[in-house]
């Protein structure tokens, strides 16, 4: 059984920092990519940023040099985190564990961002 710890999410002003963390099990951690995504109120849930074993990144548009994935593969976690934050940042934030091949996709159970203007 697959299980993630997601932790740093609440609530903080716009321009504020916020840093998530997801712990997982290392039996994946070493072979998944890991991400983020994020869904707000009424809207698709979207890619936030990812990161593959060997340390690639992947970032949306809309947070490009705000927001930095990491990952520490001794600890089994991912982070996120999150300069400069604006409203429309707010949303649950889900981490994302997938496995190209054979195709397989674990999710955590969200955590809450808001971003007060």
């Known amino acids: 059984q697959v299980q993630f710890v997601e932790s740093g999410g609440g609530l903080v002003q716009s321009g504020g920092s916020l840093r998530l963390s997801c712990a997982t099990s290392?039996?994946?951690?070493?072979?998944?990519?890991m991400s983020w995504y994020r869904q707000a109120p009424g809207k698709q849930r979207e890619l936030v940023a990812s990161?593959?074993?060997?340390?690639?990144?992947n970032y949306a548009d809309s947070v490009k040099g705000r927001f930095t994935i990491s990952r520490d593969n001794a600890k089994n976690t991912v982070y996120l985190q999150m300069n400069s934050l604006k409203p429309e940042d707010t949303a649950v934030y889900y981490c994302?564990?997938?496995?190209?091949?054979?195709?397989?996709?674990?999710w955590g159970q969200g955590i809450q961002v808001t971003v007060s203007s």
């Open positions: 990161i593959t074993t060997s340390g690639s990144t």
């Open positions: 994302n564990a997938r496995r190209p091949l054979p195709p397989q996709v674990y």
């Open positions: 290392g039996n994946i951690f070493s072979i998944y990519i």
